[in-house]
């Protein structure tokens, strides 16, 4: 019985996602249920960029993550870290995070070929314009008014953002669900424009 009852409560220490991080040179350790206790007495500062969401309210991560320090007892000045910083102790929680000046702006965050890749579909549609599609075998993608072989696409728009990738890196149905989740259509053989 007692047995049970610890192989339960370790299961349910493992539900709740708890963050142990070094920033800035200081060991900061967190679960997602206390952030959130600490974060509802807290009153968020205007969003300049950047922002996590935490209790249904946006907070600049900076302001967010020196808030838990300081409720943790750690001393953390918020110019002794970069929002980034901030931005991944809250996304290993699980918080939703973004950015204010993309709202309006379908960004994805994927991982292609091992390298991470980050994309907006604006950024997409620019590769696009200047880009002259490959012949299609089977599957394309439309941007800017015109079908791409979708491994061209992902593989252009990687080079343009800095991200050495080869299309033989990774499969045509990897790059049709970037483009997808971009809200680009996707489609296979002759479908009706």
């Known amino acids: 019985m007692l047995k049970a009852f610890l192989v339960l409560l370790a299961g349910l220490a493992r539900s709740v996602p708890c963050v142990r991080a070094t920033v800035a040179g200081q060991a900061i350790e967190a679960c997602r249920d206390e952030v959130e206790r600490i974060l509802a007495r807290v009153e968020p500062e205007p969003v300049q960029t950047h922002w996590v969401e935490v209790g249904g309210r946006r907070f600049p991560p900076k302001q967010a993550l020196a808030e838990v320090a300081r409720a943790k007892g750690v001393p953390l000045h918020r110019l002794d870290f970069q929002t980034m910083s901030a931005v991944a102790f809250f996304r290993k929680l699980g918080f939703p995070h973004g950015r204010a000046d993309r709202e309006d702006r379908p960004c994805v965050r994927a991982r292609v070929a091992g390298r991470v890749l980050e994309v907006c579909?604006?950024?997409?549609?620019?590769?696009?314009?200047?880009?002259?599609?490959?012949?299609?075998?089977?599957?394309?993608?439309?941007?800017?008014g015109k079908r791409f072989p979708p491994k061209q696409l992902v593989a252009e728009v990687a080079r343009a953002k800095g991200v050495p990738l080869s299309r033989l890196e990774f499969t045509t149905m990897r790059a049709r669900s970037l483009l997808r989740r971009l809200g680009l259509r996707v489609g296979a053989g002759e479908e009706a424009r």
Do not use: G, M, N, T
Request: net charge negative; no cysteine.
């Open 121 to 144: 579909r604006d950024e997409v549609e620019a590769v696009a314009r200047h880009l002259e599609p490959e012949p299609i075998r089977k599957h394309w993608a439309e941007a800017a």
